[in-house]
C-alpha cells in the first residue's frame, strides 16, 4: 500500500558502525559530502537520501564531538535505526544516541547489527543479548534485529522490507496548527541564494508566504520549495523540505533555530 505521508528514518549509532555505508548501498548516495568527512572518514554533519519517493533516511554523526548535529538530525523522525557494527558491539555513542532518541520521543525503531561478516556467530549471540539490555524497559524493547554487510551486500533487502512495513504502521500527520520546522542545514546556492531545510513539525507552508525565523524575529518570503528533490507549491507536516528564502543570508541563520510562517501574505 503507497504510504500518504512522508516518512522520516533517523540512521544512528557510534562512529564507523557503517551507518554511512548502509545508506549508500540502500540508496546509492554518499551522504560524506563535506570534505572534512571525506578526509576523516567520519560523518560531521547530517547528511540525506531517499529510500523512495516517500521515505527519506537522515544519516546523522556517531562521533561524541558532533552530537548537537545529531540531536538536530533526529528532530522530527518517525522510525530510529541504531546500527551497531557486530565486531565491536555496544559502545559509548551508541547508549548515548539511544537516550537522545528516547528523550525526543521516537516511537518506532529497530536495531541494524552491521559487519556480520567480521565476526563467528557466538559472537553474535553475545552482542545480541547486549543489545537486549540496552533495549529493556524501553519502546524497542526486545527489538528486531536485522543482520547486515554494507560492504558485502548482505542483509539489504531484509533492510529495506523492514522499513518500508515499519513506515505503513505509522498513522498519516494531520495537517493543522503554525507552520514549524527545525532548521538544520543552512545554506547559498548561486542564483538561488539561501536555503534552509528541516522536516515540517506542524501546519504547512506554501510558496510566496512570509516566514519568521526565531528567536531572532527575522522575516523573509518563500521563494521556492522542494521535498524529495521536486518543485513543490506546498510542504505539509512530516515532509522533509528544503525552502529558498529571499532577503535573508545564510550566516544570519543557524541550525536549531525554527522557522514559522508569519502569515497568510501572498503576492499576486
Same mark, same amino acid.
Given at each position: 500500500?503507497?504510504?500518504? &505521508?512522508?516518512?522520516?528514518?533517523?540512521?544512528?549509532?557510534?562512529?564507523?558502525?557503517?551507518?554511512?555505508?548502509?545508506?549508500?548501498?540502500?540508496?546509492?548516495?554518499?551522504? $560524506?559530502?563535506? $570534505?572534512?568527512?571525506?578526509?576523516?572518514?567520519?560523518?560531521?554533519?547530517?547528511?540525506?537520501?531517499? =529510500?523512495?519517493?516517500?521515505?527519506?533516511?537522515?544519516?546523522?554523526?556517531?562521533?561524541?564531538?558532533?552530537?548537537?548535529?545529531?540531536?538536530?538530525?533526529?528532530?522530527?523522525?518517525?522510525?530510529?535505526?541504531?546500527?551497531?557494527?557486530? $565486531?565491536?558491539?555496544?559502545?559509548? /555513542?551508541?547508549?548515548?544516541?539511544?537516550?537522545?532518541? @528516547?528523550?525526543?520521543?521516537?516511537?518506532?525503531?529497530?536495531?541494524? %547489527?552491521? @559487519?556480520?561478516? %567480521?565476526?563467528?556467530?557466538?559472537?553474535?549471540? %553475545?552482542?545480541?543479548?547486549?543489545?537486549?539490555?540496552?533495549?529493556?524497559?524501553?519502546?524497542?524493547?526486545?527489538?528486531?534485529?536485522? /543482520?547486515?554487510?554494507?560492504?558485502? &551486500?548482505?542483509? =539489504?533487502? $531484509?533492510?529495506?522490507?523492514?522499513?518500508?512495513?515499519?513506515?505503513?504502521?505509522?498513522?498519516?500527520?494531520?495537517?493543522?496548527?503554525?507552520?514549524?520546522?527545525?532548521?538544520?542545514?543552512?545554506?547559498?546556492?548561486?542564483?538561488?541564494?539561501?536555503?534552509?531545510?528541516?522536516?515540517?513539525?506542524?501546519?504547512?507552508?506554501?510558496?510566496?508566504?512570509?516566514?519568521?525565523?526565531?528567536?531572532?524575529?527575522? /522575516?523573509?518570503?518563500?521563494?521556492?520549495? /522542494?521535498?524529495?528533490?521536486?518543485?513543490?507549491?506546498?510542504?505539509?507536516?512530516?515532509?522533509?523540505?528544503?525552502?529558498?528564502?529571499?532577503?535573508?543570508?545564510?550566516?544570519?541563520?543557524?541550525?536549531?533555530?525554527?522557522?514559522?510562517?508569519?502569515?497568510?501574505?501572498?503576492?499576486?
Amino acid at each position: 500500500m503507497p504510504l500518504k &505521508n512522508q516518512i522520516v528514518v533517523g540512521m544512528s549509532g557510534h562512529i564507523d558502525h557503517g551507518k554511512t555505508a548502509l545508506v549508500k548501498a540502500l540508496t546509492g548516495k554518499d551522504t $560524506d559530502i563535506l $570534505d572534512q568527512e571525506k578526509a576523516r572518514g567520519m560523518t560531521i554533519d547530517i547528511g540525506f537520501a531517499f =529510500l523512495n519517493s516517500k521515505i527519506t533516511i537522515i544519516d546523522v554523526p556517531g562521533h561524541e564531538k558532533f552530537v548537537k548535529n545529531m540531536m538536530s538530525g533526529c528532530s522530527g523522525i518517525d522510525i530510529a535505526i541504531l546500527v551497531i557494527a557486530a $565486531d565491536d558491539g555496544v559502545m559509548p /555513542q551508541t547508549r548515548e544516541h539511544f537516550e537522545i532518541i @528516547k528523550l525526543l520521543n521516537v516511537k518506532h525503531g529497530f536495531i541494524v %547489527l552491521n @559487519k556480520i561478516d %567480521l565476526v563467528e556467530p557466538d559472537w553474535i549471540e %553475545l552482542v545480541i543479548k547486549d543489545i537486549e539490555d540496552l533495549t529493556k524497559g524501553s519502546f524497542m524493547s526486545k527489538p528486531k534485529v536485522i /543482520q547486515t554487510s554494507a560492504i558485502n &551486500n548482505i542483509g =539489504l533487502d $531484509d533492510l529495506k522490507n523492514h522499513i518500508v512495513k515499519v513506515s505503513n504502521k505509522i498513522p498519516p500527520k494531520k495537517e493543522s496548527g503554525l507552520f514549524r520546522m527545525h532548521i538544520d542545514r543552512a545554506f547559498s546556492k548561486t542564483g538561488f541564494g539561501t536555503i534552509v531545510t528541516g522536516t515540517v513539525s506542524s501546519g504547512s507552508l506554501s510558496v510566496g508566504e512570509m516566514v519568521e525565523i526565531l528567536p531572532t524575529g527575522t /522575516q523573509a518570503k518563500v521563494r521556492n520549495i /522542494q521535498t524529495h528533490g521536486s518543485d513543490v507549491n506546498k510542504a505539509i507536516v512530516g515532509e522533509r523540505a528544503a525552502i529558498n528564502l529571499n532577503n535573508i543570508s545564510s550566516s544570519d541563520l543557524s541550525r536549531g533555530y525554527h522557522l514559522s510562517i508569519v502569515n497568510s501574505y501572498k503576492e499576486v
